[in-house]
């Protein structure tokens, strides 16, 4: 089994900070992308970062200066560094890891449970 665990959430004033961590475990091979998406009340699921094994990354427009992914790929972990925050940034903020359990698998992706992340006004 694979386990992708989120924590860091919370609630935060607007202008405040706070740092997520994603955790992955279980019987795993290797990683590829590691990722966050966030979903607020009755709207879909978004991309906020990726990063890839190598550490390029890629954010969405409305994160841009703002929030910082990053990885240690001895953990198997992710981050997700939030400055700045804004009531637009509510939502729940869930990691996916896309990997192999093994050397003859194929890479696939698998999701955490979401971690409720709250910006007051």
């Known amino acids: 089994q694979v386990q992708l665990v989120e924590s860091g959430g919370g609630l935060v004033q607007a202008g405040g900070s706070l740092r997520l961590s994603c955790a992955a475990s279980?019987?795993?091979?290797?990683?590829?992308?590691m990722g966050w998406y966030r979903q607020a009340p009755g709207k879909q699921r978004e991309l906020v970062a990726t990063i890839t094994s190598g550490g390029s990354t890629n954010y969405a427009d409305s994160v841009k200066g703002r929030i910082t992914i990053s990885r240690d790929n001895a953990k198997n972990t992710v981050y997700l560094q939030m400055n700045s925050l804004k009531p637009e940034d509510t939502a729940v903020y869930y990691c996916?890891?896309?990997?192999?359990?093994?050397?003859?698998?194929?890479?696939?992706?698998?999701w955490g449970q979401g971690t409720q992340v709250t910006v007051s006004s």
């Open positions: 996916n890891a896309d990997l192999k359990r093994d050397r003859y698998s194929t890479y696939t992706l698998y």
């Open positions: 279980g019987r795993i091979f290797s990683i590829n992308a």
